[in-house]
C-alpha cells in the first residue's frame, strides 16, 4: 500500500511560483500529478517514471517541472510562471511502471488528499 501526501500549495499572483510536494513516493512507481476544478476531470498534468523519464501537459510545458528524491522518498512539481487558468486542486498519484511515462489517471492506483493552487490575475 502507498499512502501520499501532498503539501505546498497556496495562493500567488500570476507570474508566480510554487512547489509542491509529495511525501511517500516510492520507486518503481510511475509517479504524477493532475489537477481538477469543479465540474471538470481530473487533468494529467506532469509524469515521472524511473528517476529521468518525464511527461507534460502541453499547457505546462516550459513552465512546471517534475522531478523526485529518492533519499526522501518525495516527489516534486515545481511550477513557475502560474497563470489564473493552474488554479485547481492538485493531487500527486502513483501507478504501476510502465514502459512510458503516463498522464492518464486510469494508470495510477494510489492517490493522495490534494492540495489547492489558486492562481490571482
Known amino acids: 500500500q502507498v499512502q501520499l501526501v501532498e503539501s505546498g500549495g497556496g495562493s500567488v499572483q500570476a507570474g508566480g511560483s510554487l512547489r509542491l510536494s509529495c511525501a511517500g513516493s516510492?520507486?518503481?512507481?510511475?509517479m504524477g500529478w493532475f489537477r481538477q476544478t469543479p465540474g471538470n476531470e481530473r487533468e494529467g498534468v506532469a509524469s515521472?517514471?524511473?528517476?529521468?523519464?518525464?511527461k507534460y501537459a502541453d499547457s505546462v510545458k516550459g513552465r512546471f517541472t517534475i522531478s523526485r528524491d529518492a533519499a526522501k522518498n518525495t516527489l516534486y512539481l515545481q511550477m513557475n510562471s502560474l497563470k489564473p487558468e493552474d488554479s485547481a486542486m492538485y493531487y500527486c498519484?502513483?501507478?504501476?511502471?510502465?514502459?512510458?511515462?503516463?498522464?492518464?489517471?486510469?494508470?495510477?492506483?494510489?492517490w493522495g488528499q490534494g492540495t489547492q493552487v489558486s492562481v490571482s490575475s
Open positions: 498519484a502513483a501507478g504501476a511502471l510502465l514502459i512510458a511515462p503516463s498522464l492518464s489517471s486510469a494508470d495510477f492506483t494510489y
Open positions: 516510492h520507486y518503481p512507481y510511475n
Open positions: 515521472i517514471g524511473g528517476y529521468t523519464v518525464t
